[in-house]
């Protein structure tokens, strides 16, 4: 190959790899997840300022599921839920990350003990995005809402609490 191949060859990748950065801005541009977690940047996070100043004690949840090392008795999953306002921790161990694990965990960990929420938060995972939880949540009066995918910061409490558990 002499030079001028050579510097041909460098030239024609560069373009390539312009027009492929070119191509990923546009894919980024269109991606609602993207778009949704670059708007979440733009505003203060939501639990700055007061989010939850508005609720009692009791009425607002952040819930999520963290895999630890399976127990005698089959339990490899607890379901943390963190109190909003005040940042208590319930756990409720299961040996699998269902919805009906995430009522059964609810019920006994939160609306025995606390009272009934108005609102839960929760990441998408199945065993939370599903009609069973739409349901009970609907007869409870308890409004579910779901973090931006891939946006840890909109589960903030529940996370600090994950690590030390």
Same mark, same amino acid.
């Given at each position: 190959?002499?030079?001028?191949?050579?510097?041909?060859?460098?030239?024609?990748?560069? @373009? $390539?790899? /312009?027009?492929? &950065?070119?191509?990923?801005? %546009?894919?980024?541009?269109?991606?609602?997840?993207?778009?949704?977690?670059?708007?979440?940047?733009?505003?203060?996070?939501?639990?700055?300022?007061?989010?939850?100043?508005?609720?009692?004690?009791?009425?607002?949840?952040?819930?999520?599921?963290?895999?630890?090392?399976?127990? @005698? $008795?089959? /339990?490899?999953? &607890?379901?943390?839920?963190? %109190?909003?306002?005040?940042?208590?921790?319930?756990?409720?161990?299961?040996?699998?990350?269902?919805?009906?694990?995430?009522?059964?965990?609810?019920?006994?960990?939160?609306?025995?003990?606390?009272?009934?929420?108005?609102?839960?938060?929760?990441?998408?995972?199945?065993?939370?995005?599903?009609?069973?939880?739409?349901?009970?949540?609907?007869?409870?009066?308890?409004?579910?809402?779901?973090?931006?995918?891939?946006?840890?910061?909109?589960?903030?409490?529940?996370?600090?609490?994950?690590?030390?558990?």
């Amino acid at each position: 190959m002499n030079l001028s191949d050579h510097s041909k060859s460098i030239h024609e990748n560069i @373009r $390539q790899l /312009k027009e492929s &950065v070119n191509k990923l801005g %546009e894919v980024i541009h269109d991606c609602e997840t993207c778009a949704a977690i670059k708007q979440a940047k733009r505003v203060k996070p939501l639990w700055y300022g007061g989010r939850w100043s508005k609720y009692k004690y009791g009425e607002a949840w952040q819930i999520d599921y963290i895999t630890l090392p399976q127990t @005698r $008795q089959g /339990k490899r999953y &607890v379901l943390t839920m963190v %109190e909003a306002t005040t940042g208590w921790l319930e756990t409720y161990p299961v040996p699998h990350a269902t919805a009906r694990n995430t009522i059964l965990g609810l019920e006994k960990q939160v609306l025995w003990r606390h009272g009934t929420a108005e609102r839960i938060e929760s990441d998408n995972g199945t065993h939370f995005k599903n009609s069973l939880i739409n349901t009970w949540a609907r007869e409870h009066g308890i409004e579910w809402v779901y973090h931006i995918p891939y946006h840890a910061p909109a589960a903030g409490k529940v996370e600090r609490h994950n690590v030390v558990v």
